[in-house]
T-cell receptor
Framework: GAVVSQHPSRVICKSGTSVKIECRSL??????MFWYRQFPKKSLMLMAT?????????EQGVEKDKFLINHASLTLSTLTVTSAHPEDSSFYIC????????????FGEGSWLTVV | AQTVTQSQPEMSVQEAETVTLSCTYD???????LFWYKQPPSRQMILVIR??????QNATENRFSVNFQKAAKSFSLKISDSQLGDAAMYFC??????????FGTGTRLKVLA
């Protein structure tokens, strides 16, 4: 079946640096992808909608200059956390919409970010 | 704005018994989908069951079934013959035309041997 892959699954970075997380749809084209954030023992909160070939749409309260989203191809969206701080440490999950597959949404495996 | 509420932070069930997880939601939309996702310790989101709002018949997937009450905006999940592998965090989710998911706060299910 359709698979959405995230990389890296775990990353540790130093405060002040930037880190990039990739979300790939492996066997379908996804013009729309979504990025969620999950704090420990909390629910998933939508951060932004990533649209291929155009700017991402951010949810209220999400800093677009801090969480840069690029959806440069039909199978890849990236989330870059810029000038990371310890409070950015979290679990980040992407999902992708399979337009050709009945608009089914598939979730990635998630990426753990730890900022030290 | 749409909201999803799960009022049970944690539930326990004996192996082989039945448990029901509650979910209520609020929306002004008429066309939407409701989901139950399972999140094990690996954190992978696993689709358990989905319900289209326009369908009156409750969805069923093997041991999992829902009680969808559209007028009451209630969407509960029943797990029959509970197994140790069912232990996980369960999230109720809502999705409308934008394909954005709104998740509840989750219910942690413990299965007792």
């Amino acid at each position: 079946g359709a698979v959405v892959s995230q990389h890296p699954s775990r990353v540790i970075c130093k405060s002040g640096t930037s880190v990039k997380i990739e979300c790939r749809s492996l066997d379908f084209q996804a013009t729309t992808m979504f990025w969620y954030r999950q704090f420990p023992k909390k629910s998933l909160m939508l951060m932004a909608t990533s649209n291929e070939g155009s700017k991402a749409t951010y949810e209220q309260g999400v800093e677009k200059d801090k969480f840069l989203i690029n959806h440069a191809s039909l199978t890849l969206s990236t989330l870059t956390v810029t000038s990371a701080h310890p409070e950015d440490s979290s679990f980040y999950i992407c999902s992708a919409r399979d337009h050709g597959g009945g608009n089914t949404i598939y979730f990635g495996e998630g990426s753990w970010l730890t900022v030290v | 704005a749409q909201t999803v509420t799960q009022s049970q932070p944690e539930m326990s069930v004996q192996e082989a018994e039945t448990v029901t997880l509650s979910c209520t939601y609020d929306t002004s939309e008429s066309d939407y989908y409701l989901f139950w996702y399972k999140q094990p310790p690996s954190r992978q989101m696993i689709l358990v069951i989905r319900q289209e709002a326009y369908k009156q018949q409750n969805a069923t997937e093997n041991r999992f079934s829902v009680n969808f009450q559209k007028a009451a905006k209630s969407f509960s999940l029943k797990i029959s013959d509970s197994q140790l592998g069912d232990a996980a965090m369960y999230f109720c989710a809502y999705r409308a035309g934008t394909y954005k998911y709104i998740f509840g706060t989750g219910t942690r299910l413990k299965v007792l041997a």
